[in-house]
């Protein structure tokens, strides 16, 4: 008995032996070993959290009554937000920090203008029939303005404008059907580029945003035995912003109370139903380039105001 439990020992030391000079012989196999089992034993990991607490406001500013309908925001330069009101053809710079309008920028006579994007040297604004205003020279004492027709129209009712650093575009989002010549489209809210190479708009929607797909994230939210309370979803974009730091674009409506994030293709990766009590009126969105959120609300409900979430 004695002498088996020797010649095992003998045995399992050899053995020992064999494995450790191998591993000496050649550590990647004991790394590729160890990552390898490390692939079999993982959990997948959970999406990456929600980044702002929408419930609560990191900050409230009240804005003139001069911006009671404000409707479109952007980021302007460090301190300071280039705002629109959608009754006139006017910029506002509003300081975050005096929070105040600083300047008045008149580009066009009065109109339903509903977002504003800066990029470089020119200062881009949507009216809700779909045409783009490009605005130079903003800082001198007569800015120049040109406008760019495009085949959308008033029944589109487009309110959203954000612009896309990586193909040169403008994203102008549809508050109302996207059918432009056909209905295909049908059951979708849908996103146009306005190519600023040609300054020209696309002939297919960039973006399509489908409602029963809306619907469904909704409802695998919901918790075991709940109904679902509406028969259909209510979402008609009031803005549209690229988020700085994971490119994920942040869709705003005012109507329905709801924010969306969505990759390029139209996946819903976050879906918020939006307190009304703190929303009253989301008309704009727009980010600071270390994530900062802005939404505007218009002064149906008392004074408008814009509200500020810190990135967490």
Avoid at 7 to 33: E, Q, R
Avoid at 82 to 87: H, R
Avoid at 97 to 105: M, N
Avoid at 270 to 279: M, Q, V, Y
Wanted: charged share 25%; glycine share 6%; aromatic share 10%.
């Amino acid at each position: 008995m004695r002498s088996m439990q020797i010649s095992f020992l003998i045995k399992m030391t050899l053995g020992l032996l064999l494995v450790f000079s191998a591993c000496k012989n050649n550590p990647a196999s004991v790394k590729d070993s160890l990552v390898e089992n490390k692939a079999e034993d993982s959990i997948p990991l959970l999406p990456n959290p929600f980044p702002y607490s929408l419930d609560a406001p990191d900050q409230l500013i009240e804005l003139p009554e001069e911006l009671h309908e404000v409707s479109g925001l952007s980021f302007y330069e460090t301190g300071v937000l280039c705002m629109l009101q959608d009754e006139n053809g006017m910029i506002y710079l509003f300081d975050l920090e005096k929070e105040k309008v600083t300047l008045h920028i008149p580009f066009g006579k009065n109109g339903d203008y509903e977002g504003i994007e800066r990029v470089g040297e020119k200062i881009y604004a949507l009216q809700s029939d779909g045409d783009v205003f490009e605005i130079q020279h903003f800082l001198k004492d007569k800015a120049e303005s040109k406008k760019f027709e495009t085949r959308i129209s008033k029944e589109n009712d487009t309110e959203g404008l954000a612009y896309d650093s990586l193909n040169h575009q403008l994203w102008i989002s549809c508050k109302a059907s996207p059918n432009l010549e056909e209905k295909k489209y049908s059951g979708n809210r849908a996103v146009y580029a306005f190519d600023l190479y040609a300054d020209t708009l696309l002939a297919e929607p960039i973006l399509l945003i489908n409602r029963d797909s809306l619907k469904a994230y909704f409802q695998r939210q919901m918790k075991k035995g709940e109904i679902w309370p509406e028969e259909k979803i209510t979402f008609n974009p009031s803005a549209i912003a690229f988020h700085p730091l994971n490119g994920e674009i942040y869709v705003l409506a005012s109507t329905g109370k709801l924010l969306v994030s969505v990759n390029r293709k139209g996946e819903i990766r976050k879906a918020f139903h939006l307190n009304p009590d703190i929303f009253k009126h989301p008309e704009g969105i727009c980010f600071l380039p270390d994530g900062t959120l802005f939404i505007s609300n218009e002064g149906d409900a008392g004074a408008p105001n814009l509200l500020k979430f810190l990135h967490q």
